[in-house]
């Protein structure tokens, strides 16, 4: 009997359990292979005793459509920087990399799939370069992985996203308001600008193009005659002004890397009321809402052809790939290409294009 464990690692996703259940259908088409799954990423490997699952076809019967990952996950330590505490209190990142691969060899596991992000396949490689049957299956909201025409996940977040911008229009218009709208995006734009053109937002302001915010309250008087008008912004977490840094602050969490990010709203609000706007303004932060429930149809679809591809992939022994959808293709590229280059909104972006065709302000 083969075995192959799968894992989902970063931040959560609509659409991570569709890979899951994808994964298993495929391979209980196999006579000689089974899955099992790893607790909170690799956190479940490392840990003493392991925890690790079964996964067959009753253990995800049904998942499809929930959202979160039945496997757990976690965006802190790993392999290569697991947090030890130290006698003072404090702790330090400690590489377990060699270890765990050689408890894997012990589990008897061949083939190992790790659904992730950015940070995820930057593991996944170095792992493999380690040695160990890796295959990543791209997970981000942010979209912001470029080997990939797609990720699952981002079409639910462009749609909750837009869901709260056609909220925020209506209270808008009722209020002769500014109503700003702050969505996820660390350095990739995406979320932001779908759901401002969906949305029929009139200024988008993305981590990509620093705003000035005299150009903003230009657009944003134009809108207005005697006091009456209204305006809908929405603003990318990690946008900043020109003069300005993004707004976040260094976490406190064991392990945590990442930079936590939240608030560039009410300081954009505040760069308003400063740069003289006396119009009503309401910030709405939307937040980890963009990354829960139930996952769109596309994303569903996307997730399970990426499972039974990576699935594939375990079975041709093709290994250091990441899964990838090159239209019409669900291909794989290697991982190196994968985390080589990230997908960011450019100024001649097909998308940017249209937006700025139909006069949305970026305040640039
Ligand atoms: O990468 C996905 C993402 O949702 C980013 O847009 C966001 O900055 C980050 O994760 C937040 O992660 P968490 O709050 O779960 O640590």
Not at 60 to 77: A, E, F, R
Not at 103 to 122: C, E, F, H
Request: hydrophobic share 40%; net charge neutral.
């Amino acid at each position: 009997m083969k075995r192959v464990l799968v894992l989902t690692g970063g931040g959560d996703c609509p659409g991570l359990n569709a890979v899951i259940r994808a994964i298993v259908k495929r391979a209980s088409r196999e006579k000689d292979w089974e899955v099992v799954g790893s607790i909170e990423a690799f956190n479940g490997i490392l840990r003493e005793p392991t925890e690790i699952v079964i996964l067959d076809e009753k253990a995800v019967s049904g998942i499809h459509y929930q959202g979160g990952t039945i496997l757990q996950t976690t965006n802190k330590g790993g392999p290569f920087a697991w947090p030890v505490k130290q006698n003072d209190g404090t702790y330090i990142a400690v590489d377990r990399s060699d270890e765990m691969i050689r408890k894997i060899q012990y589990l008897g596991i061949d083939a190992v799939i790790n659904i992730g992000g950015d940070g995820s396949q930057r593991i996944s490689q170095a792992l493999f370069e380690k040695g160990l049957n890796i295959i990543g299956v791209p997970k981000t909201i942010d979209n912001d992985l470029s080997a990939t025409d797609a990720t699952f996940g981002f079409q639910t977040a462009i749609q909750i996203a837009t869901e709260a911008v056609d909220k925020l229009v209506t209270t808008a218009a009722s209020h002769n308001r500014v109503q700003v709208l702050e969505v996820m995006g660390r350095n990739a734009g995406w979320i932001a600008l779908n759901a401002a053109v969906a949305g029929g937002a009139e200024i988008c302001l993305l981590p990509e193009f620093p705003y000035d915010v005299e150009k903003v309250m230009e657009r944003i008087d134009k809108r207005f005659d005697k006091g009456r008008g209204f305006v809908n912004v929405v603003i990318a977490e990690g946008a900043h002004n020109i003069h300005g840094d993004i707004i976040g602050s260094k976490s406190k969490e064991v392990g945590y890397e990442n930079m936590k990010l939240g608030g560039v709203g009410f300081r954009f609000e505040e760069e308003l009321k400063q740069a003289g706007c006396e119009h009503s303004i309401r910030t709405t932060v939307l937040g980890h809402l963009q990354r829960g429930g139930i996952p769109i149809a596309y994303d569903r679809v996307l997730a399970t052809q990426y499972g039974v591809k990576a699935f594939e992939l375990a079975l041709a022994g093709d290994y250091g790939r990441m899964v990838s959808y090159r239209h019409p293709h669900i291909t794989s590229v290697t991982l190196k290409e994968a985390i080589m280059k990230p997908n960011l909104v450019e100024p001649d972006t097909a998308l940017m294009k249209t937006a700025r065709g139909i006069g949305m302000c970026f305040g640039d």
